[in-house]
């Protein structure tokens, strides 16, 4: 008998190695609503990154390319604003440089 359950599971996205692609594969931390924090694609610098609508899906913008864990939570929180108690826990938990 075939499980069903299993053959109409809906398929996970497939993840983007494109930054600005909202389902990019190296999301550190959704910091809100509007930013965001990713890892740059040659592991090098930490990116905070802000949404903007085009056209019927969303692109993400680059703001601040950082290496340090201080340097990044400092700009996260100036040019965020308010960041979501969990982000700010991944992003205290990275280490000191990247």
Wanted: glycine share 4%; charged share 25%; aromatic share 8%.
């Amino acid at each position: 008998m075939p499980n069903t359950a299993l053959a109409s599971a809906p398929a996970l996205p497939e993840l983007s190695h494109r930054e600005s692609d909202d389902n990019y594969r190296a999301v550190v931390a959704v910091l809100n609503d509007r930013w965001r924090v990713i890892e740059c694609r040659d592991r090098l610098q930490w990116i905070l990154q802000h949404s903007k609508k085009k056209g019927d899906g969303v692109v993400w913008e680059s703001r601040s390319y950082l290496r340090t864990r201080e340097g990044l939570i400092s700009f996260s929180t100036w040019h965020a604003g308010e960041i979501s108690p969990a982000a700010m826990a991944v992003l205290t938990s990275l280490p000191e440089r990247i």
